[in-house]
């Protein structure tokens, strides 16, 4: 199924460290803004961070747009990797260097666990580079798996270290 009966709030985390980072968030942002179907309805602001998982590389520079969509989960999802591909993403290994990542963080309050797409986004409660932007421009929403604000998610995640505005 492509399309939902009506536009379901979806949030997208993007993040690039290869290049010029901030340049191919903005570009990954238009092509979003093109796809059928889709409007981001808001932007956090970008936010410049040390990797985690592989940290022997360069820093990344993060943001999450809050988007509105008549696609379905899975739809969505291959319109992102097609955006990926166009920014010439290569996947070598897992958390590595890419010119572009772009995650489906929530799909309205649903939770997916299917091989290839798991909403909400796994370790995004974790995830300070996830979670900073998120708040900015969704402080209340609520996340559908642990029924709490993403506000409260960002508190007890602590001190925040190695992220500043970019």
Not at 31 to 46: D, G, Q, R
Not at 87 to 100: D, S
Request: hydrophobic share 35%.
């Amino acid at each position: 199924m492509y399309f939902q009966g009506e536009k379901v709030v979806s949030y997208i985390g993007l993040g690039s460290n290869l290049g010029n980072r901030k340049d191919n968030i903005c570009k990954a942002l238009k092509n979003i803004e093109n796809i059928k179907h889709t409007k981001i309805s808001k932007t956090s602001s970008f936010y410049e961070n040390e990797p985690v998982g592989y940290t022997r590389q360069g820093k990344f520079v993060n943001c999450v747009a809050e988007v509105l969509t008549l696609f379905s989960p899975q739809k969505l999802l291959e319109e992102l990797q097609k955006i990926e591909n166009l920014l010439k993403r290569k996947r070598v290994f897992r958390w590595g260097p890419r010119t572009i990542d772009l995650d489906i963080l929530f799909y309205g309050d649903s939770i997916i666990k299917e091989e290839k797409l798991v909403i909400p986004h796994e370790r995004l409660t974790e995830r300070a580079f996830v979670l900073v932007p998120l708040a900015e421009i969704a402080p209340d929403f609520i996340n559908p798996e642990t029924g709490k604000k993403i506000s409260q998610h960002l508190i007890e995640l602590g001190e925040i270290r190695g992220m500043n505005k970019f």
